[in-house]
């Protein structure tokens, strides 16, 4: 079945614009996460989805990214004011349920956002 | 907090010959382990993970890991690897209710002929 998609697959932008990037999660998936992938670094998680609501945005680096998920799937994760800092991969994933952390995270491609 | 290390950034290793990647975490409490893959242009895909239970686990492709709890290692394994496994791979954790995944910086695998 379809997996994990996200869009755009690029985003490059200017200092100072403003982004979208958006996650469709697998069908039937309530659990939706948000990381961020630096140059040469792992996956560092950023927001966590159960249904609607932010269940755990404790890894957003400030106030300029924000996440919704307004029907509980499709999920938009937004920057304000982007940095050259914010350049990265933005991974998305769900998980059919999050059930304590055991759950499988099906990962997208991610959207490779770089900031001139 | 948890974190992990992988200790091997890049790993070069021949066709048909064994890989060990070496991962090592550091927690207060019980860990959940997973091992994920990342070929080149593609997303991560899960290879094994492991939850509780028999401390050796067998994925994907060949792969297995065994969890030392008190080495707090968990190291993946494969006897014998083919140019398809030239990826990038990353060990990860998390504890009991708290769902997001802290990732290692993850180990390059290059496969040669």
């Known amino acids: 079945g379809a997996g994990v998609s996200q869009t755009p697959s690029n985003k490059v932008t200017e200092k100072g614009k403003y982004v979208e990037l958006r996650c469709d999660p697998i069908s039937g998936h309530t659990a939706l996460y948000w990381y961020r992938q630096s140059l040469g670094q792992g996956p560092e998680f950023l927001i966590y989805f159960q249904g609607t609501g932010a269940a755990d945005d404790s890894g957003l680096p400030n106030d300029r990214f924000f996440a919704v998920r307004p029907e509980g799937s499709v999920s938009t994760l937004k920057i304000q004011r982007t940095e050259r800092g914010d350049s990265a991969v933005y991974l998305c994933?769900?998980?059919?349920?999050?059930?304590?952390?055991?759950?499988?995270?099906?990962f997208g491609p991610g959207t490779r956002l770089t900031v001139l | 907090a948890q974190s992990v290390t992988q200790l091997d950034s890049q790993v070069p290793v021949f066709e048909e010959a064994p890989v060990e990647l070496r991962c090592n975490y550091s927690s207060s409490v019980s860990v959940y382990l997973f091992w994920y893959v990342q070929y080149p242009n593609q997303g991560l895909q899960l290879l094994l993970k492991?939850?509780?239970?028999?401390?050796l686990v067998k994925g994907i492709n060949g792969f297995e890991a065994e969890f030392n709890k008190s080495q707090t290692s968990f190291h993946l394994r494969k006897p014998s690897v083919h140019i398809s496994d030239t990826a990038e791979y990353f060990c990860?954790?998390?504890?009991?209710?708290?769902?997001?995944?802290?990732f290692g910086a993850g180990t390059t695998v290059t496969v040669r002929a």
């Open positions: 492991y939850l509780s239970g028999s401390t």
């Open positions: 994933a769900s998980s059919q349920t999050a059930s304590g952390g055991t759950d499988t995270q099906y």
């Open positions: 990860a954790v998390s504890v009991f209710n708290d769902y997001k995944l802290s």
